[in-house]
């Protein structure tokens, strides 16, 4: 079974900065596109950012000029720096391994469990 493990959450203020990390198996890494996708109660999984193999990216509307995503092809990490977190970025975190370069969920095949990210005063 397929694991990508994700790290970093916690609960912040409104302003602080959090980088959610994610690490794939090598073999899902390499070849795919990597993601970060937030779910909040109420609300469906959103596309936060995505990056391909040779580094394009892709972000929401509401996250672009403060959170970036990066990778490692070597070690098979992703990370998600966020900046200027609000309250509205409340959500469970999911990194993912698709095939686009795409915020629309259905085009990745694997996921982590989650990660919790709080903004609140």
């Known amino acids: 079974q397929v694991q990508l493990v994700e790290s970093g959450g916690g609960s912040v203020l409104p302003g602080d900065s959090l980088k959610l990390t994610c690490t794939a198996p090598?073999?899902?890494?390499?070849?795919?596109?990597m993601g970060w996708f937030r779910q909040s109660v109420g609300r469906g999984r959103e596309g936060v950012a995505v990056?391909?193999?040779?580094?394009?990216?892709q972000y929401a509307d509401s996250v672009k000029g403060r959170f970036t995503i990066s990778r490692n092809n070597i070690n098979n990490t992703v990370w998600l720096q966020m900046n200027d977190l609000k309250p509205e970025d409340t959500a469970m975190y999911y990194c993912?391994?698709?095939?686009?370069?795409?915020?629309?969920?259905?085009?990745?095949?694997?996921w982590g469990q989650g990660t919790q990210v709080t903004v609140s005063s």
């Open positions: 993912a391994a698709g095939r686009a370069l795409s915020l629309v969920s259905s085009w990745f095949n694997y």
């Open positions: 090598y073999y899902i890494h390499g070849n795919t596109f």
């Open positions: 990056i391909a193999r040779g580094g394009d990216t």
